[in-house]
């Protein structure tokens, strides 16, 4: 039985003191054992942890007693091994760099499209209003290369920060469809989905991701695995660690 647990969480919120956050939260974090990263930025939080679950959920749970954290979700999944080698804590310029300084969720989301409806969205081929709905991975392509939904747009990007000129040069194929940008966790996607409204685009974000999609739904309209940034490396439609052979590239540094 997994004795690890994993979770992903990440919340856009207004943090003026992101800096003097970063050694208390570390301080904290190892006091409970746990090992992952947490970034901080102004604009919010981004972390991927593990350990013992009462620890994992501990930790969270004294996240959220900070009012600018309360609505803080997160992801769970459960592992043999502790997945993460350190426990890091970073105080950079973004949570998930886009270097687009306009695209501020914290001030307010794109429309989010929830699993569920999502699934019948994509069962009758067509969204409520019988409009195309297309599918558009935000991630990096490598990250595309384990898995994805079917027939989705793959643009791709080699770092996120490519994306909006990939927008520019994709527009035209967008219009009258309904999009979904969707990536690992949500992060990627709800910055994605604000850019893409602002050029024009009915974008919507898949609400929690891959992630939450299997989760809520499964692997339904998914193919292949959903790539994960710790020594899992990929996870299978069950939030178990892929048992598939690890061939393909890495990179550093989690996203979501």
């Known amino acids: 039985m997994p004795e690890v647990l994993n979770v992903s969480a990440y919340l856009f919120t207004q943090l003026t003191d992101a800096a003097q956050l970063r050694p208390v939260l570390r301080e904290r974090a190892v006091a409970a054992g746990l090992k992952g990263t947490i970034i901080l930025a102004e604009e919010g939080i981004n972390l991927f942890l593990a350990g013992d679950a009462d620890a994992v959920r501990g930790f969270l749970d004294d996240l959220r007693a900070d009012a600018r954290f309360a609505a803080l979700t997160a992801k769970e999944s459960w592992s043999q091994d502790q997945p993460f080698r350190k426990m890091l804590v970073k105080h950079k310029r973004e949570i998930i760099r886009m270097d687009h300084p306009t695209i501020r969720p914290e001030a307010g989301r794109a429309p989010a499209v929830a699993p569920a409806t999502l699934r019948r969205w994509l069962d009758q081929g067509h969204d409520d209003e019988g409009r195309e709905v297309v599918m558009l991975d935000t991630r990096n392509a490598f990250e595309v290369d384990y898995g994805g939904f079917d027939g989705a747009l793959d643009w791709r990007i080699d770092?996120?920060?490519q994306f909006s000129d990939a927008v520019a040069a994709h527009r035209d194929d967008l219009a009258g469809k309904t999009v979904v940008s969707y990536c690992t966790g949500g992060i990627r996607c709800e910055k994605a989905a604000i850019h893409l409204r602002e050029e024009g685009i009915d974008a919507w974000q898949l609400d929690g991701g891959i992630l939450?999609?299997?989760?809520?739904?499964?692997?339904?309209?998914?193919?292949?695995?959903?790539?994960?940034?710790?020594?899992?490396e990929a996870l299978t439609a069950d939030l178990a660690p892929s048992p598939g052979p690890r061939t393909l590239?890495?990179?550093?540094?989690?996203?979501?």
């Open 159 to 161: 770092r996120f920060t």
């Open 212 to 232: 939450g999609w299997f989760e809520h739904v499964g692997g339904d309209h998914y193919r292949g695995d959903c790539f994960v940034f710790d020594d899992r």
């Open 249 to 256: 590239a890495r990179t550093a540094g989690p996203a979501a």
